[in-house]
């Protein structure tokens, strides 16, 4: 399978990254190369706020066993995740959860400015 494009744009004005994802499926292998990109476009823009754009996503094949090991690749930053309502499911809720208590955040939204708000809310750049 051909590793799909992920689409970054840095948003000067509210100091946020916004990365887009055209898949309509995600697996945890794709989850961590989505991940993997956006922290070195992080260390690029040196900024810790990113909205991902994952409209375009029908579904989630991660196993809640495969949540853990993709909480622990997140990099220090907040992560709006703007998605379908249906994918704000218990899997989703778990992975906030989990990135909570390690100290960065991760949020799924459904309405766009909603997820800028709390991003523009969180501190630092």
């Not at 970054?8 to 100091?15: I, K, N, P, Q, T």
Request: charged share 30%; aromatic share 8%.
């Amino acid at each position: 399978m051909k590793d799909k494009t992920i689409d970054f744009e840095f948003v000067d004005d509210g100091a946020y990254l916004v990365a887009t994802i055209q898949d309509t499926t995600v697996n945890s292998q794709r989850a961590r190369k989505v991940l993997e990109s956006i922290d070195s476009e992080c260390q690029k823009y040196g900024c810790r706020k990113v909205l991902l754009d994952e409209l375009a996503l029908e579904s989630r094949n991660i196993a809640g066993h495969e949540i853990y090991g993709i909480s622990d690749i997140i990099p220090n930053i907040y992560l709006a995740i703007q998605c379908k309502p249906e994918l704000i499911d218990n899997h989703a809720k778990l992975f906030s959860a989990l990135t909570f208590a390690d100290g960065y955040m991760v949020r799924h939204f459904s309405i766009k400015d909603e997820a800028i708000e709390w991003l523009m809310s969180k501190r630092g750049s």
